[in-house]
């Protein structure tokens, strides 16, 4: 393999574990698990853009680092 080749894994690994990240943060603030709602000051009315908000780039984030981790 290449260098390009390892790094485009490498950086489409990252992106991908990010994306599922930011995922799992969005689920657990819509239902302030650890009481991130309250930490991070957001109304209970206001956490739905945010969710929405995190659920795309998260999903973005996603697609873009597999393309970048299964690109031949």
């Given at each position: 393999m290449?260098v390009?080749?390892?790094?485009?894994k490498?950086?489409?690994?990252t992106?991908t574990a990010?994306?599922?990240l930011?995922?799992?943060f969005a689920?657990?603030?819509f239902y302030n698990?650890?009481g991130?709602?309250?930490?991070?000051?957001?109304?209970?009315?206001g956490?739905?853009?945010?969710?929405?908000?995190?659920?795309?780039?998260g999903?973005?984030?996603?697609?873009s680092?597999?393309f970048?981790?299964?690109?031949?």
């Open positions: 290449n390009k080749r390892i790094l485009s490498i950086v489409g690994l992106q990010i994306g599922g930011v995922m799992i689920f657990l603030s698990v650890f991130i709602q309250e930490m991070l000051g957001v109304s209970a009315e956490i739905g853009l945010y969710l929405w908000a995190f659920i795309i780039f999903l973005l984030s996603i697609i680092g597999l970048l981790f299964y690109e031949q």
